[in-house]
């Protein structure tokens, strides 16, 4: 026997009326979210996970400093706000996308894609380190006019001796090979090469090192430094993660004897990346 519903009747035979459900404000805000977005969001939490399975070290990047963790949290909140923003004034989904997605996608392309992408340079050089190293090469010390007032220049010749002749090419004045920073891993050679016309340069060799954003080369004065310090001498961007390369110093900048650190560090988050000490005797 089939049942039969019979509608709710007031005192005067009226019909009652089933309540309005009152829905909470994020109740309403969640369900202005169209279908297009939640199936981009699912897209890219998926690529994402593959991505971090791919490359575990992603996950330590966005925690590496406070700096990191601000921008991480900063960007996230900012993100969120803007959302709720837009679907209380009802914005079309399609502006939501394009505010929200786009720049999405460009910062997680600055900031992923050196996690899978080499940046190779090999630029020519006349000498290497190894080769100064291997025929044990005497290097000088210092330009003669960086000496004290006073002071005999490097190499004098004694009385009757003739005189030693200028090298015809650069000559190694220290060499250090790289180590990873925090938590970053990296191998290769750092040189400091004085030119016969006095100048020096930073010269990289079987460099290979963890890709990052907004690399930069600096000249540290100190032994294994892992920030810059005042005195720290910048030589422009990284060239590439991968190879070799020169950077030149500025004409005139004055390096006494002592150590100094070759440091590769993330300008953007001020993180250093890789660094080798190298000693001017």
């Not at 490359?55 to 960007?75: H, K, Q, W, Y």
């Not at 006073?150 to 009757?160: C, V, W, Y």
């Not at 016309?197 to 907004?214: A, H, T």
């Not at 990284?238 to 993330?266: F, H, I, R, S």
Request: charged share 15%; with cysteine.
């Amino acid at each position: 026997m089939a049942e039969t519903h019979i509608p709710r009747s007031g005192p005067s035979g009226s019909r009652l009326e089933r309540p309005a459900v009152v829905r909470s404000l994020p109740a309403r805000l969640v369900a202005r979210i169209t279908m297009p977005e939640w199936t981009i969001g699912v897209l890219v939490a998926a690529l994402m996970l593959v991505l971090v399975v791919i490359e575990p070290d992603i996950l330590e990047a966005p925690v590496e400093n406070s700096r990191t963790i601000l921008f991480t949290l900063g960007g996230t909140v900012a993100a969120a706000v803007a959302l709720v923003v837009m679907l209380w004034f009802k914005v079309p989904s399609i502006l939501r996308i394009l505010v929200l997605w786009v720049p999405f996608a460009i910062v997680s392309w600055w900031l992923i894609s050196p996690f899978f992408i080499d940046d190779v340079v090999d630029e020519d050089f006349s000498t290497s380190i190894a080769t100064q190293l291997d025929d044990g090469e005497r290097p000088a010390t210092r330009n003669p006019e960086d000496a004290p007032p006073g002071a005999a220049p490097p190499d004098t010749p004694r009385s009757g001796e003739p005189a030693p002749q200028a090298p015809a090419g650069p000559v190694l004045l220290g060499a250090g090979q790289f180590v990873g920073l925090a938590g970053h891993s990296g191998t290769g050679d750092a040189g400091l090469f004085r030119n016969p016309d006095g100048s020096y340069v930073l010269r990289f060799e079987n460099f290979d090192i963890e890709n990052g954003p907004d690399l930069e080369v600096y000249l540290v004065p100190g032994a294994e430094q892992m920030s810059l310090v005042p005195g720290s001498i910048h030589l422009g961007a990284l060239e590439g993660n991968v190879g070799n390369q020169t950077y030149d110093l500025a004409a005139g900048t004055p390096l006494v004897p002592g150590p100094y650190t070759a440091l590769v560090w993330c300008e953007a988050f001020s993180v250093e990346f890789v660094g080798a000490t190298l000693t001017i005797r």
